[in-house]
């Protein structure tokens, strides 16, 4: 699966974009979060209140009980600001 | 129609002679350009992040939309990314129809939604530093007008 | 502030241009381009004739109302008279703001009042000849609009 | 007294501007027009029916009601179409 960071959530992990292998314990993106948040300081501070966090599936908005799967190019970023 | 992201800078009469250029149906064209405002101070510069590829989706989503709710004959969105200085050119809608109304109902419509809906993170750089901009809440109450 | 009423084309590029140099105040700039509309059939020229000196006047009163209904940082208006055909330019209204509402604003109610309350008189020429065009109802809807 | 005329009323005048002295009857704008619309066919047929003229004085909308004077720019035109 691919993920994508974007604004203070890449600031936070130090990530822009990663490929990684899902574990069996993530179906979902609440699940995918979960398990993010289980790999370092800057990825738990990222995660750490989802309700500062957007999710995107295949580019398209998902709420956070939405199924993901491998193949998947999943995006975590803040609430937009606009431009 | 047409929905362009892009780092480079655009220039607004090149834009507009391209868009009306052996066009006699359009009885007026309304056009909003957004600018970086600074006051020398507080925001030295500023940065747009973006999720290229999901920007352009929703970019050509709210064009259509806006196309549903009015009588347009064209319309165009240049929205720039990157990092940008006061005074520079941000974004640029620009809509055009046979009656004065309907274009510039569909203008404002648009720059409300780009202005607080579009797919843009924004990075500000000050005297003390840059930080990443929280989303506005007054801003959501100008989408609301527009029924959201 | 200006009013300018000229036979001149303008041109929107260098008008734009002219209008943000140099300026890092303005977060917003709303511009309306009026066309001369026409379907190649029935009409296939207008011109517009004035009363120099109190166009130019009711114009300049007319921004000047604008800037006291809405926070404007400066606001242009052009408009040509005489004969156009399909396809020109007729009328430019610009206006620039920190806030897009109000220079939104301030342009719609400006290019409202242009089109129907101004002084010009629109001779149109078609197959059967040319007419004087008569005062329209709907367009005094729009001004309307704006408690007058 | 300087007088202008425009648009249809113009056509129908075949007058664009004129100098005219007022005769001592003529003390507002109805009696400017009353005495215009008596100098001839295209004269009587742009003052027919006042309703669709409208008026300047020193170019300032006025009413028919208005005094004149000598010395004054007087415009009478049809209702503006606006640009």
Chains 1, 4 share one sequence.
Not at chain 1, 65 to 71: E, I, L, N, S
């Amino acid at each position: 699966m691919k993920i994508l960071y974007f604004a203070s959530l890449k600031a936070k992990t130090g990530v822009g974009a990663e490929d990684v292998t899902l574990p069996a314990s993530v179906a979902t993106l609440a699940d995918l979060a979960a398990w993010l948040k289980s790999r370092g300081d800057g990825f738990a501070e990222a995660f750490a209140d989802l309700r500062t966090v957007r999710a995107a599936i295949n580019q398209e908005h998902a709420e956070f009980d939405v199924p993901v799967k491998d193949g998947d190019e999943v995006a975590f970023f803040p609430p937009v600001t606009g431009g | 129609m047409a929905v362009r992201v892009q780092e480079a800078d655009f220039d607004v009469g090149t834009e507009f002679n391209r868009f009306t250029q052996g066009r006699v149906d359009l009885g007026g064209v309304a056009l909003f350009v957004g600018l970086v405002r600074g006051d020398g101070q507080s925001v030295s510069a500023m940065t747009l992040e973006h999720y290229p590829g999901m920007t352009e989706r929703q970019l050509e989503a709210i064009e259509a939309e806006a196309r549903k709710r009015w009588k347009l004959d064209d319309a165009l969105i240049v929205h720039r990314a990157g990092r940008m200085l006061p005074g520079e050119r941000i974004v640029l809608v620009m809509t055009g129809s046979a009656h004065r109304k309907d274009s510039l109902e569909a203008c404002h419509f648009l720059i409300d939604w780009l202005k607080t809906k579009a797919p843009f993170w924004k990075f500000e750089e000050g005297p003390l530093g840059g930080k990443w901009v929280d989303a506005k809440e007054t801003d959501d109450a100008a989408a609301k007008r527009w029924g959201e």
